[in-house]
């Protein structure tokens, strides 16, 4: 299986649509595999990757300016199907001699589509959908050979095709959740028009991957910072099912770590799975250079650094390694590279142990690179690592250090960690749990007169923060109920010594971030 796996493909082009991931996100749950490209991908590229089908994404762009971003034209003389979404479309159209023009109000929102024919694009679909429209520009004339598929009341060219050589078009978004009926437009494109079958599974990936890290390898050995975290442990995991003990991983106890957590790792990958683990006692070093820093790009600069000097040392003392492996995910690839083809900003570029010393070039093992991260963690139970690994809420690499606003010192740390434990338990309870993103405390600098008892305190304020989002770029403040916020509250403050005051954080990302730091 291993040289197969990626033989059905289907290539997104990029042409900055805020939804590029989502509309790969939804051919890979149908079990098609799929990446994405630069709009001006060349067509000699696109050949050799043999697609099974082309989407040109939305964008921001109009077509009706000169800097328009424009797909190369023989795209769409490489017999292969394509589907245009909105921008898309009209790119398509403007190309092949159709006209686009700006609408006298830009539509947004939820539309009525009338479907004119079902044959393929809408097979088994009703004739009236609901769809979401995101546009400024329409097409106002067809190009040569095509025809109608679809409308709506205020846009007479909703969908079009030109059954002859498969290329389709719509003016609305199937791959979002208000078009419910998306994910069968989108089938039918993948199955039906492309003719794909669906062999993108995790088991198919696993089968690949093993035989992809140990044609690398060889007889070399690989080294990987386990952080604990989802991304880490399924490679580690994975690393490990290929090669066995050539692999060596280096936990870091940077003290900045949750209630129990270093003993979850150690009860995971030393007792259950057997890895080969080295664990480093750091605490004071990283307390140590954090003393008196209340910046939060300095935390983060200072914890990434000294991570890199303690990892280093202790990948040294393993003797010869050849191989670095790290849990980069497909969206890390993807955003390093804009829309235009130019680099993006660098995030927390101490997450995957950036910038190590010259004379420790490892070369890269990346088996995730191809990966979101709901793949991750599906390949994560295929591997058979704990739910309580797999399904952990994202933490971020400089740890509880950014949920501490200002100094971070041993004592601050502790209380938030015992916050946090009550905050952790009580949501685990929570039946919707499953649809919470990142639950979590954050103490802050402020503090405030209660009563306790008969006494007067004066202690530390945590704030809540618990929030709902796809994928982390957006996020929404979760309407808990108030019986759950009241037990998470009334826990914190009867059992942490050092707080008397809960408050709950309601506010979105954006214009807020979902970490305070």
């Known amino acids: 299986m291993s040289g197969n796996l990626y033989k059905e493909m289907i290539a997104v082009l990029d042409f900055g649509s805020q939804y590029n991931q989502l509309i790969a996100r939804r051919i890979r749950e149908s079990q098609v595999y799929c990446r994405l490209l630069p709009f001006n991908v060349l067509p000699e590229k696109l050949l050799s990757l043999n697609p099974k089908g082309i989407i040109l994404s939305g964008g921001p762009g109009s077509v009706c300016k000169k800097d328009a971003p424009l797909p190369h034209h023989d795209i769409f003389n490489l017999k292969i199907p394509i589907l245009g979404i909105c921008y898309g479309m009209q790119v398509m159209g403007h190309l092949l001699g159709g006209k686009v023009a700006p609408v006298e109000r830009r539509e947004y929102g939820s539309s009525e ?16 959908l609901t769809v979401w429209m995101s546009h400024g520009d329409q097409m106002v004339k067809l190009p040569p050979d095509f025809e109608v598929i679809a409308h709506t009341k205020t846009c007479p060219l909703a969908g079009i095709r030109d059954k002859k050589r498969k ?26 028009i492309c003719g794909c079958s669906g062999e993108w599974t995790m088991s198919s990936f696993v089968d690949y991957s093993i035989n992809q890290i ?6 070399g050995r690989v080294v990987c910072a386990l952080s604990g975290g989802v991304d880490s442990s399924v490679t580690a995991a994975l690393v490990n099912k290929a090669i066995g003990k ?13 209630e129990g957590e270093k003993e979850e790792v150690k009860k995971t990958f030393s007792n259950h799975l057997r890895l080969n683990v080295h664990y480093v006692q750091a605490e004071n070093r990283f307390l140590k250079r954090l003393r008196g820093i209340t910046d939060p790009e300095k935390k983060r600069k200072i914890i990434g650094e000294e991570f ?12 010869k390694i050849d191989f670095l492996a790290q849990g980069t995910l497909y969206p890390d690839v993807i955003e390093s590279v804009s829309a235009k083809g130019g ?17 420790m070039r490892f070369k890269l093992i990346e088996p995730l690179r191809d990966l979101f991260k709901d793949e991750v963690r599906a390949l994560g139970r295929q591997l058979g690592l704990p739910e309580r690994i797999v399904n952990r809420q994202p933490f971020p690499g400089p740890g509880l250090a950014v949920r501490i606003i200002g100094e971070v010192t041993k004592e601050r740390l502790d209380i938030l960690r015992q916050a946090d434990l009550r905050v952790q338990e009580e949501m685990q309870r929570y039946e919707g749990y499953r649809d919470i993103w990142q639950s979590f405390a954050v103490l802050l600098p402020v503090k405030s007169v209660g009563v306790m008892g008969d006494e007067r305190t004066y202690e530390y304020t945590v704030a809540l923060r618990i929030v709902t989002s796809l994928d982390g770029m957006t996020a929404d403040w979760a309407k808990l109920p108030y019986e759950v916020l009241e037990r998470i509250s009334h826990r914190i403050i009867n059992e942490v010594r050092g707080v008397n005051r809960v408050v709950y954080d309601i506010s979105s990302k954006p214009p807020s971030t979902i970490e305070w730091e």
Do not use: M, W
């Open 214 to 219: 140990t044609e690398k390898v060889g007889k």
């Open 343 to 359: 680099p993006s900003a660098t995030i927390k570029s101490h997450h995957n142990v950036g910038g190590l010393p010259e004379n």
């Open 167 to 192: 290329l389709y078009g719509v003016q609305f978004h199937p791959e979002v959740a208000h078009t419910p009926k998306g994910r069968e437009i989108l089938q039918n494109f993948l199955f039906k």
């Open 246 to 258: 050539r692999l060596e991983c280096v936990f870091v106890d940077n003290g900045l770590l949750r």
């Open 308 to 319: 890199i000097q303690v990892f280093s040392e202790e990948a040294r003392k393993l003797g």
């Open 113 to 128: 589509l009338f479907v004119d024919d079902n044959e393929d694009l809408f097979c088994n679909l009703s004739s009236h």
